[in-house]
Nanobody
Framework: QVYLVESGGGLVQTGGSLRLSCAASGSIVSINVMGWYRQAPGKQRELVATISNSGSTNYADSVKGRFTISRDNTKNTVNLQMNSLKPEDTAVYYC?????????WGQGTQVTVSS
């Protein structure tokens, strides 16, 4: 079993910044991809950013240049630095870990950007 615990969500004004963190524990396969997805009310869950254990990153076009994903393999953590936030970034953000053992999700953390 893999457990993912997110932190760092909250309320911020347009143009502000937030940093999300996620800590993974349990039976973690070293070769994996960690990342963040988000789901806004009435919308489907969508990819925000992912990072492999080797450091390869992938970003949604909507966040390129504003968000930065990073990870610490020694601590099994992944972070998402979000700058220049917009109201359309408002959503529940979910941490995810994908490996040969499957896909695991955190419980989600709310990010609200006020206009």
């Amino acid at each position: 079993q893999v457990y993912l615990v997110e932190s760092g969500g909250g309320l911020v004004q347009t143009g502000g910044s937030l940093r999300l963190s996620c800590a993974a524990s349990g039976s973690i396969v070293s070769i994996n991809v960690m990342g963040w997805y988000r789901q806004a009310p009435g919308k489907q869950r969508e990819l925000v950013a992912t990072i492999s254990n080797s450091g390869s990153t992938n970003y949604a076009d909507s966040v390129k240049g504003r968000f930065t994903i990073s990870r610490d393999n020694t601590k099994n953590t992944v972070n998402l630095q979000m700058n220049s936030l917009k109201p359309e970034d408002t959503a529940v953000y979910y941490c995810t870990l994908r490996s040969l053992r499957g896909v695991h999700w955190g419980q989600g953390t709310q990010v609200t950007v006020s206009s």
